[in-house]
Nanobody, 123 residues
Framework: QVQLVESGGGLVQAGGSLRLSCAVSGRTFSGYGMGWFRQAPGKEREFVATISWSGGSTVYADSVKGRFTISRDNAKNTVYLQMNSLKPEDTAIYYC????????????????WGQGTQVTVSS
């Protein structure tokens, strides 16, 4: 059974930092792109960042560019999202996901999803 489990969410003040982790188990994701998405109350799930299998290619949403960094450790089957200079508008449930076609910004191209981790940024 494939599992993606996020961790590292929490409550932080504006300007603070958090590091999210996504542990993958149950199968190998060789060749898969990995992504982070988020969903705030009353809003659609939106793209945050994606990384290729090798880690050599990354793409970020404009809203997080320069503040967030996505990375992966394939030996540990783990993907990370380092979030710095957090803003109240970053408050959302953050999900990691795996895409068989590689790097992607589209929700519909991701086959596997975690259960999400809550990030709350206070002003």
């Amino acid at each position: 059974q494939v599992q993606l489990v996020e961790s590292g969410g929490g409550l932080v003040q504006a300007g603070g930092s958090l590091r999210l982790s996504c542990a993958v188990s149950g199968r190998t994701f060789s060749g898969y792109g990995m992504g982070w998405f988020r969903q705030a109350p009353g809003k659609e799930r939106e793209f945050v960042a994606t990384i290729s299998w090798s880690g050599g290619s990354t793409v970020y949403a404009d809203s997080v560019k320069g503040r967030f960094t996505i990375s992966r450790d394939n030996a540990k089957n783990t993907v990370y999202l380092q979030m710095n200079s957090l803003k109240p508008e970053d408050t959302a449930i953050y999900y990691c996901a795996a895409a068989p076609w590689g790097i992607s910004m589209q929700v519909t191209l991701y086959d596997y999803w975690g259960q999400g981790t809550q990030v709350t940024v206070s002003s």
